[in-house]
Nanobody, 112 residues
Framework: QVQLVESGGGLVQPGGSLRLSCAAS????????MSWYRQAPGKQRELVAL???????NYADSVKGRFTISRDNAKKTVYLQMNSLKPEDTAVYYC??????WGQGTQVTVSS
């Protein structure tokens, strides 16, 4: 049974940092593309960052230079390091395992 368990969300001040983790309980992980999405109230869910099984990455323009996605295949875990956080980064962040598996979401709030 596939499970994606997220952690690391919380409240942070503008300019601060958070590191999100997503641990996957799944047989096939290392070859799968994994992604982080986010969704703010009243907005569509958007792709934040993506990492392939080979370690290639892609980022939304809004987070380039501030966020870093990485993975540890031995731990079957994907991370999202978020630096220089802005209020507009406030959203529920979701881990996604290709093809078709979502984490439960974790709230990130950037506020003074």
């Amino acid at each position: 049974q596939v499970q994606l368990v997220e952690s690391g969300g919380g409240l942070v001040q503008p300019g601060g940092s958070l590191r999100l983790s997503c641990a996957a309980s799944v047989s096939i992980f290392s070859t799968k593309t994994m992604s982080w999405y986010r969704q703010a109230p009243g907005k569509q869910r958007e792709l934040v960052a993506l990492i392939t099984g080979g370690g290639n990455t892609n980022y939304a323009d809004s987070v380039k230079g501030r966020f870093t996605i990485s993975r540890d295949n031995a731990k079957k875990t994907v991370y999202l390091q978020m630096n220089s956080l802005k209020p507009e980064d406030t959203a529920v962040y979701y881990c996604y395992l290709s093809e078709g598996y979502w984490g439960q979401g974790t709230q990130v709030t950037v506020s003074s």
